[in-house]
């Protein structure tokens, strides 16, 4: 069987995979679809015209999604609500790097696009720590940082939490950057102003253009990425309205692993 086929997006970030309906992909080609967001941190899969249920469905196949009890795991970023105040966009962060356990993967599906802006730039974290010059690769060496979101949504509590500030990709191997300026307050076991000197550097590399990919939305794209590596900024330049569906998915479980070749 032929590979996948796709086209790279970036120097070191995203693939587009052309031609595919989630709602009917194999085994096989999952398992591709994960070893290119294993290698590539993105993938995007355009004219997806899904409803609730297919989004769903997919979302399952690379894992078990966040919910709350009773509720979909579907969440409605809808620049036209206003029931609630929420950000608006803008912060390059991680999807609940707050969270005790952090999500494998985000899925963003468009619905709704503004004709001007509201474009999501994407940074791989791969790419960012092997960018990262050797004086600071060893100030970080086996540190963690702590993560904080002053009021969570859903079941989780307002707390702090703990991460190593470089994780491991285990189906590549690779080392990531774990860090971000939205959620992460401090370097455990250093001192605040060392800390807050440390994170800057860690930031300026963590967002450089040359790891980066700019996603212009089209109605219909679905993307998914690997939170594990990934920050993202979602660029609040509109004033049309703006829907999207999010997902976001538990680490993968056993039977899903699918190692590269």
Known sequence: MAPLPFRRLAGNCGVEVPGMDVRAVDDTTMGELRDLVARHAVVVLPRQHLEPEDEIAFASRWGVPHSRPGHSPIIALDSTDTRRDRPRGGGWHSDMSWAPTTPYATLLHALTIPDVGGDTIIANQCAAYDSLPDRLRSQIEGRSAEHRHPNPPGRFAAGTVVHPIVRVI????????????????????????????????????????????????????????????????????????????RITVKTAHSAMTHQPT
């Not at 605040?192 to 440390?198: D, H, I, L, M, N």
């Not at 089209?218 to 990934?230: E, F, H, P, T």
């Open 170 to 245: 285990p189906e590549t191997g690779h080392r990531a950057l774990f860090v971000n300026p939205a959620f992460t307050q401090r370097i455990c076991d250093m001192s605040e102003p060392e800390s807050r000197r440390v994170l800057w550097q860690l930031y300026r590399f963590a967002t450089r253009p040359e790891v980066t990919y700019r996603h212009c939305w089209s109605a219909g794209d679905l993307v998914v990425w690997d939170n594990r590596c990934v920050v993202h900024y979602a660029i609040h330049d509109y004033t049309d309205p703006r829907l999207m569906h």
